[in-house]
Every structure is written in C-alpha cells, then in structure tokens.
C-alpha cells in the first residue's frame, strides 16, 4: 500500500523520508510531482484523449499514451466532460472553472492529477452546442481510448445515417471551411498555383505529393518559430546527440528504428504528410541523427 494512491520508488522514497508518515508522504509526493510538472511547462501535452458528454466534446491533453490509457486519467475527462455539460461552459476559460464533485474546480483537479503523474496534462479543446448534435469519437489505435473527436450542430433534418456520414467524414478529411465564402483569396491563389504545378513535366505530378509539399513547408515554419528551429525540435528525440550504431554489415542496416517511428508519428500527428518512418530514418541518416556507416568505414569514427 502506497500514499494517495502513488506507485513505484518515487512512493517508496518519500515513505522513507517521511519516516513511515502516510501523510506526510503524501505531500512530500504532491510538491515532487508540481515539481516535475513545473520544468516540463514548456512540453507539449500532444497525447490525450477526448469525451463527450450530452452536447459537451472536451479534450484533455497529455504527454504520452501512456498516461492516455491511465484509468484515474480517462476517469477524469469523463468527469469534465459532464460537468461542461451540466454547467454550459463553451470554452476552455470557462470550462477550467466549473466545479466538480469533490468541491474542486476543474483547472484545479487537472493539475493535481498532473503532480500526482508528473508529466504535463491540459484541457486543450472545449465545445458545446446548444442545438442538435450529434458526436462521433475514433479511436486511432484500439488499445488506446478515443483521440479524435466530431460533434456536428444540424438542423431541419433527423436522417442520423446522413449526419453520422458526415461527421466520419470531417475526422478523416479535417476541412478548414464549411462554405466557399470562407475561403481566403490567398489560399485560392494557391490552389491555382498548385494546379499549374500539375502541369509541370519536370517534377513528379502528384496532386497529394504537391499539396503536402506546400503545406508541409507551413508547417515547418510554424514548428520552427514554437520550438526556436526545426532542428531543435527534431533533435529532440535524440536529445541532441547522434545516435552511434556499430553494423559490421550492411545488410545489418535498419529501414526504420523506434526513434523514426515517435517522429513520424508526431510529424502526423502535426499535420505533415508523406512522412512514414522509413522516410524520417533516411532523414536521420542524412542529417546525421544516426550514425550508420559500417564500423570498417572510414567516415564511421569522423561522424
């Protein structure tokens, strides 16, 4: 038995320190955990989960996935997600200060659970509608809870095949306008730029190829001004050091690694197309993310 509900040696430590005192354990752990929450303010709660409750579609972000299929985790998005409901609240701002049962808001018991976890959880993403809605939830893997979440506001019709249609079809494709009205000049400009590109015979004319090159290009720079250069935050996942691999052959020379794999799956978890893992690994071996060269290279020990 551990204090609060608390496991592993960071409980066993502060039992000790604590001399045996559950209690005192218990806040030893609470002010480790803000701790630890404290210097990751600046990471990304880029995992997470979404819930629904009524007319209430919330999204409770959090580092990992594997904070994602924690069950006190899911609990508590499903708790924020009927108190949104109940109390009304259509943004984050609002939905932070509803109360939930235990007197608590919800601004409050999120980042008790995140001390208590030690890694970074946010609501990121509130809405409700007052009208009829109807909600779809997906799940992305199937052992992990749902991470993509539609909630459709109709009227003056109740064919639910049509309406449930369209909501799988706004979690696959992800439209930026509802009508032609709303579409900016500048990104008309584009798409006429991006059809005489299909007529260009000296690149590969792939409408989707074209597309995400464009608007993988925005995304680079909006990464790049939120983490101070794309490289900061691709070599992050290596923690700023190459990684130095000792093949003797070169049929020993993986396509991907688990590294290329995390990227990729952040890269299009930010909207970047085109980027599977075997891609990113040949992106680390490039830029010189992975050291690869066979040991009997001569470049092997110059990288």
């Not at 039992?15 to 045996?20: H, I, P, R, V």
């Not at 659970?113 to 007052?130: D, P, Y």
């Not at 930010?270 to 891609?279: D, Q, W």
Request: net charge negative; aromatic share 6%; hydrophobic share 45%.
């Amino acid at each position: 038995m551990v204090p609060g509900g608390w496991e592993g040696a960071d409980a066993k430590k502060a039992l000790t320190e604590a001399e045996g005192d559950f209690d005192k354990a218990a806040e030893l752990l609470r002010i480790s955990g803000a701790t630890k929450v404290a210097n990751r303010a600046e990471r990304e709660a880029s995992n997470g989960l979404v819930a629904a409750a009524g007319k209430a579609l919330i999204q409770l972000g959090a580092e990992t996935d594997f904070v994602a299929k924690n069950d006190e985790f899911i609990a508590l998005a499903n708790q924020i997600a009927a108190a949104v409901e109940a109390a009304g609240a259509d943004s984050v701002e609002a939905a932070n200060q509803v109360g939930l049962a235990d007197g608590r808001t919800v601004a409050e018991t999120v980042a008790a659970l995140s001390a208590k976890i030690g890694e970074k959880i946010e609501l990121v993403n509130v809405a409700r509608f007052t009208g009829e809605t109807h909600t779809y939830l997906h799940r992305r893997s199937p052992d992990l809870p749902p991470q993509v979440g539609v909630l459709v506001e109709f009227e003056g019709t109740h064919d639910e095949a049509m309406i449930h249609t369209v909501a799988l079809q706004i979690a696959s494709m992800r439209p930026t306008y509802v009508h032609q009205g709303e579409i900016a000049a500048e990104t008309i400009e584009s798409e006429k730029r991006i059809a005489a590109l299909l007529e260009d015979e000296g690149i590969i004319r792939n409408r989707l190829k074209i597309r995400a090159a464009v608007e993988n290009a925005k995304l680079f720079c909006d990464v790049a001004e939120k983490h101070g250069g794309f490289a900061k935050f691709i070599w992050s996942f290596v923690d700023g050091e190459p990684i130095k691999n000792a093949w003797k052959r070169i049929d020993q020379v993986p396509a991907t690694s688990p590294v290329s794999d995390r990227i990729s799956k952040e890269l299009k978890r930010l909207g970047f197309k085109f980027v599977g893992s075997t891609i990113i690994y040949a992106h680390m071996q490039a830029t010189g993310m992975v050291n690869d060269h066979l040991t009997s290279c001569f470049r092997y020990d110059q990288v």
